[in-house]
């Protein structure tokens, strides 16, 4: 059994991939939130909240990196490697950038967190196989009522 999801036109799922890297580089780079003692408050399997923002903000990122990539002819592998490497090394990007920036530091513990938020793509693969990409019209007249006719 498969499952039909929607595929948006191409500009739009390249220009989601944008503001995602554009959101992480503005909250990284541009303007760093301000550390607050919640920062290094430990959740869920003893790690800082601070590595989770780079966890989830790396997921995020290589999600929607393999959303935009769905329609590319080449060899799964050969996608998978692509969107998960583009997103590591984009977090290291990051984090040598602020190496140079006054008050803010390369921190490994930050790039590991984004690598281990863009390898959370990987498992998407696998389920691939389960979904039909169709175009936007397509997939809402799944919804539109039957005519009966």
Do not use: C
């Amino acid at each position: 059994m498969t499952v039909r999801l929607p595929l948006l036109p191409r500009w739009l799922r390249w220009s989601v991939v944008a503001l995602v890297g554009g959101f992480i580089f503005y909250t990284s780079i541009v303007t760093a939130p301000p550390e607050t003692p919640i920062d290094y408050a430990r959740l869920w399997v003893d790690i800082a909240l601070d590595k989770w923002r780079h966890f989830v903000a790396y997921a995020v990122l290589a999600g929607t990196l393999a959303y935009a990539t769905d329609d590319w002819s080449l060899e799964r592998r050969g996608i998978v490697l692509a969107v998960v490497s583009v997103t590591v090394l984009y977090g290291v990007g990051i984090e040598v950038g602020q190496s140079f920036l006054p008050g803010r530091y390369f921190s490994l513990g930050d790039a590991l967190a984004n690598a281990v938020g863009a390898l959370l793509v990987a498992p998407w693969y696998l389920l691939r196989r389960y979904v039909t990409f169709v175009g936007v019209r397509s997939w809402l007249r799944l919804f539109a009522p039957h005519s009966g006719r």
